[in-house]
């Protein structure tokens, strides 16, 4: 059974730090890209980080850029992103994504955290 658990959401103030983290199951995760995306009410879901298969690359967003920094443990099925100066905008639900490498390209999801940068 394929499980993506987030973890590490919750409040923080403009300015704070937060790092997420998200334990996978359930299929090989060294022959998965992982992603992190997230989404504000009443947005579109965005990507935020995008980490190939043995985090040889690693992408930003434009709005995280300086800000956010995404990492991968392959050894222990396990991605994180690690959010520094959180802004108000920051404020969605986060999520985590695995996409295959290979045919058929499976594609999963986690169940999202809560982020919430306010004063």
């Known amino acids: 059974q394929v499980q993506l658990v987030e973890s590490g959401g919750g409040l923080v103030q403009p300015g704070g730090s937060l790092t997420l983290s998200c334990a996978a199951s359930?299929?090989?995760?060294?022959?998965?890209?992982m992603s992190w995306y997230r989404q504000a009410p009443g947005k579109e879901r965005e990507l935020v980080t995008r980490?190939?298969?043995?985090?040889?690359?690693?992408s930003y967003a434009d709005s995280v850029k300086g800000r956010f920094t995404g990492s991968r443990e392959n050894a222990k099925n396990t991605v994180h992103l690690q959010m520094n100066s959180l802004k108000p905008e920051d404020t969605a639900v986060y999520y985590c994504?695995?996409?295959?490498?290979?045919?058929?390209?499976?594609?999963?999801w986690g169940q999202g955290t809560q982020v919430t940068v306010s004063s």
């Open positions: 359930g299929f090989t995760f060294r022959q998965f890209a």
């Open positions: 994504n695995a996409h295959g490498d290979y045919y058929p390209f499976y594609d999963y």
């Open positions: 980490i190939t298969s043995a985090g040889g690359s690693i």
